[in-house]
């Protein structure tokens, strides 16, 4: 050996001593499969910060699903609102201001349906899918976001409904309560917004879908009381799923029956998650994949 060979072996073999032992002391990370359930919840909370924050810097998303259904109830009282309550007896902005919550509910959903669509031409959903990530994180992150926007929207309106006569009860679960209902019918037809857009192409069928929320929004509980509708309408303005939470609504805040309705509203919405949860679980994974 040299004396070169020699200096070489003295310098190199305490410098593998001591980084074997730096990486003795070192933890061994070990990455969670994609699977993972734990993944999957914190994946979910991002993609649901992450849409939000889309919605946030949308002037438009943010004036359509929350200053629209408040100018919208502001004009319903000034123009119906004294009108039905001399006719009913019931102040008309409990129904009103329920059905509000519920028209911001449905229209969030379009919109929600409307940027999926654009994440899917654009290739960011296909560019998220190929990424190491819970694919199931894509579609719930969304629907929380969706859930958050709906507790936001519904608390605004029903502040907005304060000045003109809407009361809260004085019991707090009550009033949670309350706020609950728009979520429970939103995320049901949210699912079934988001499974009927991954199925089709284009604008049609949110088209479609929102002359159907016009029908709703002009044939329920809320607009004006069901005895004032004819009669072989009457059953199904009673029974509409706007009309059950409606109800629900009403009860919470007015008075009156809120069992039936509340579970009636709950028929509607989880009927809504059974036959489209599937649906749009594999539509999203299909335009993941071929966007």
């Known amino acids: 050996m040299t004396t070169m060979e020699h200096a070489n072996a003295v310098l190199t073999e305490p410098d593998a001593d001591a980084a074997h032992a730096v990486a003795a002391r070192l933890p061994v990370v070990v990455g969670k499969p994609e699977n993972s359930l734990t993944l999957w919840f914190t994946q979910s909370l991002i993609q649901c910060r992450r849409m939000l924050k889309v919605w946030l810097r949308d002037p438009s998303t943010t004036i359509q699903t929350i200053v629209y259904p408040a100018l919208t109830l502001l004009m319903f009282q000034i123009v119906l609102g004294n009108s039905i309550t001399n006719a009913t007896g019931i102040p008309s902005i409990y129904g009103q201001a329920a059905m509000l919550t519920l028209v911001a509910a449905m229209t969030g959903a379009q919109v929600s349906a409307l940027g999926f669509k654009r994440e899917k031409s654009s290739g960011l959903l296909s560019r998220f899918y190929t990424m190491p990530i819970h694919k199931g994180s894509l579609l719930t992150g969304r629907l929380l ?18 000045p003109l006569g809407f009361l809260f009860m004085e019991n707090p679960l009550t009033n949670i309560a309350l706020v609950c209902v728009p979520v429970l019918f939103g995320l049901g037809f949210t699912v079934m917004v988001t499974a009927l857009a991954t199925v089709t192409e284009g604008v049609m069928l949110l088209s479609v879908i929102s002359i159907v929320n016009t029908l709703l929004m002009f044939f329920n509980s809320g607009f004006v009381p069901v005895f004032a509708y004819p009669t072989w309408l009457q059953p199904f303005v009673a029974h509409q799923p706007m009309s059950c939470a409606i109800d629900a609504m009403r009860g919470l805040s007015y008075g009156g029956p809120v069992a039936g309705p509340l579970l009636e509203t709950a028929a509607w ?10 649906p749009a679980i594999i539509g999203y994974k299909r335009a993941a994949q071929n966007g």
């Open 145 to 162: 976001a969706e859930m958050l926007r709906i507790v936001l929207t519904t608390v605004i309106v029903l502040l907005v409904a304060v």
């Open 269 to 278: 919405s989880v009927g809504m998650l059974i036959v489209f949860g599937y």
